[in-house]
């Protein structure tokens, strides 16, 4: 047998003969032809069976093949500007692993959205479907390189705990032995002591929220990543970020610049523009802009809501920072902007083409008193908050940090209309299965 080889590497072997292991996507057939577009996890390929060219048995094999089957294939490799990936393979001997049983779900035809759902265990092998979770893992890798690179500490933290960090609505409530704990919603409030120990931390992990909202942004659980910084402050968080997703874009450009095009139709122009910096408006600005953009009524104080997010993002042609939110708008954290208790040292990083806010963070209260009266005005119980007031206790520094979610980052890189094709399995409001 020729070198086992991937689809993705096969521009190196161009008139060689190599071996391929993959799966059957597509086959048509022309008389003493048959075009199979093969897959094998890392691209697809169209192999050419020409009857004169393979063994009678491979032939036969060819010829009973359903899709989804199982198949060795060998073959030259030949340059063509106009195949998909840029290569075909000229087969020279085929075996089947397995024949596929001939009623696969998944046709390379229009599904709804409900049956593909249901069918999800089958539908990540559609090389759409499949190209978005490779990216996915790039974009999970480059932010770890750029975090790992830049003097952050990963360091996890936990996933059962006993205390809310962003609202007790969205709380996932579990039994711990005879106690409620919930479903971690977010890993800041440990950071927040792993800083006191290492500086610069992120943790990286699932997130959970009981999201009652059904919208194209809203997952049950997803993937988060939390960087936070002792002696930092708000403006330290809007360089990292900027400086981190436009690190993320350019990896995700640089080694799928093809996918995105071919598989996914993205245009790619949009996205070389992501460099810092970033735009910066206070939410001050962000509501005059609404105002003047045909939400004239919205009133000051009220967090947006996705189509107020879509017009303040499409001012701009890059992701654009949106500070100072109304504290009553923010979580309990926030330090208070001096002088302006109204407003709070907060952040949200809001994506071009309305994707929406895709970073959440700020710079953390530092003063035990005023922690003490936002848990009160929370009201949160203070029992299970009392070891992270005693951070305010022993060296309390200014801090700061935010919030990254994967999938919105994803779904914006990507141009997809929904979250739910972000992630492998995802998990929703009415849906856990399978
Ligand atoms: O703005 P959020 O709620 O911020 C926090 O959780 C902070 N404690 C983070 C921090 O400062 N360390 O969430 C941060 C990000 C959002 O901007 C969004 O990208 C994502 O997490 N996110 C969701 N993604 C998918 N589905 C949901 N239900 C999400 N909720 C938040
Ligand atoms: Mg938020």
Not at 128 to 151: E, F, G, N, P
Not at 190 to 214: D, M, Q
Not at 355 to 374: D, N, P, T, W
Request: aromatic share 12%.
């Amino acid at each position: 047998m020729a070198e086992w080889v991937r689809i993705r590497d096969i521009g190196n072997y161009e008139g060689q003969t190599v071996t391929l292991k993959g799966w059957l996507y597509l086959r048509t057939d022309k008389g003493r032809l048959k075009f199979l577009r093969v897959r094998d996890g890392s691209g697809v390929i169209q192999a050419v069976v020409f009857k004169k060219n393979v063994p009678p048995e491979a032939w036969e094999a060819a010829d009973k093949l359903t899709q989804e089957s199982s198949l060795i294939v060998t073959g030259t490799v030949r340059a063509d500007e106009r195949a998909p990936g840029g290569y075909e393979l000229d087969v020279s001997d085929l075996e089947v692993v397995h024949y596929a049983e001939p009623d696969y779900p998944i046709q390379p035809k229009e599904h709804g959205v409900g049956f593909l759902m249901q069918n999800r265990h089958l539908w990540i092998r559609s090389p759409r479907q499949a190209t978005i979770l490779r990216i996915r893992a790039t974009v999970i890798r480059a932010i770890r390189d750029w975090l790992d690179s830049h003097d952050f500490v990963n360091v996890d933290t936990p996933i059962l705990t006993p205390a809310a960090v962003e609202g007790t609505t969205t709380l996932f409530e579990t039994d711990y032995f005879g106690k409620p704990a919930y479903l971690s919603q977010s890993g800041q409030l440990y950071n927040e002591a792993n800083i006191f120990a290492l500086g610069k931390v992120y943790c990286f992990g699932p997130t959970f929220r009981a999201e009652k909202s059904k919208t194209r942004r809203h997952l049950t659980e997803f993937w988060m990543v939390e960087p936070e910084m002792a002696f930092a402050t708000l403006e330290d968080v809007m360089d990292v970020g900027e400086q981190m997703v436009s690190y993320v874009v350019q990896t995700v450009l640089e080694k799928h610049r093809r996918e995105l095009e071919e598989v996914l139709e993205r245009d790619v122009s949009v996205l070389e523009k992501i460099t810092p910096p970033f735009p910066r408006i206070s939410y001050d600005e962000a509501v005059e802009i609404l105002h003047a953009n045909g939400f004239e009524d919205f009133p000051w104080g009220e967090d947006f809501g996705a189509p107020h997010e879509t017009t303040i993002s499409s001012q701009f042609e890059k992701p654009v920072f949106v500070y100072h939110y109304p504290t009553k708008a923010k979580a309990f954290y926030m330090e208070e902007v001096p002088g302006r208790p109204e407003v709070c040292r907060s952040v949200d990083l809001l994506a071009p083409e309305g994707y929406g806010e895709i970073i959440g963070g700020g710079q953390r209260i530092a003063s035990v008193e005023l922690l003490e009266q936002r848990l009160r005005e929370h009201n949160l119980p203070r029992e299970a908050y009392e070891w992270y007031i005693d951070l305010r206790r022993y060296g309390s520094v200014p801090h700061a940090g935010f919030g990254l979610g994967v999938e919105r980052t994803l779904a914006w890189i990507c141009k997809l209309p929904h979250v739910r094709e972000t992630i492998a399995f995802p998990r929703m409001l009415d849906h856990i299965y399978p």
